[in-house]
């Protein structure tokens, strides 16, 4: 009886950690956690840094192509001048059109305000599917002020 509850009395001690002992795992507990906090902090830095960067490339490309068709606009409009009075009114409509799209994705371009990832593709896909039917109205323009 006395060899089993020395056993048992000496696994127990044996087992449990000094306090000094748990002291030290506690503090390398802590000093892994803020390295961890540290690593989050550095990658989401990173990746807002990547948002800013995309989105400033996106615009840069979108503004250039508003600027594109702004420049077809004035191009057409002075095409359409030796084009008949009923085409000529045909014309300036559907330009007149084109032009009001074309203002309105600039300023949805110019007011859109950074607010999550989910919005931000949703918004870069639904801007870039305008942008391509603008650019189809131009082409279906051309198309029909040739004939």
């Not at 068709?69 to 009114?89: F, P, W």
């Not at 989910?118 to 603008?134: A, C, G, R, T, V």
Request: proline content about 1%.
């Amino acid at each position: 009886m006395l060899a089993a509850t020395t056993f048992i009395a000496g696994a127990i001690f044996t087992g449990c950690n000094s306090p000094s002992q748990k002291l030290e795992n506690a503090e390398e507990n802590v000093i892994d956690a803020k390295k961890a906090v540290l690593d989050a902090q550095s990658d989401l830095n990173q990746a807002r840094q990547d948002s800013i960067t995309e989105y400033q490339q996106f615009k840069i490309e979108f503004e250039n192509k508003i600027i594109a068709n702004e420049k077809s606009i004035e191009e057409l409009r002075t095409k359409i001048v030796s084009a008949g009075k009923e085409d000529k009114i045909l014309y300036e409509t559907k330009l007149t059109e084109l032009q009001k799209r074309n203002y309105e994705l600039k300023i949805k371009l110019d007011s859109y305000e950074e607010s999550g990832t989910d919005q931000w593709q949703s918004f870069k896909l639904e801007f870039k599917h305008d942008m391509d039917e603008l650019g189809k109205a131009f082409s279906d323009f051309t198309v029909s002020n040739t004939k």
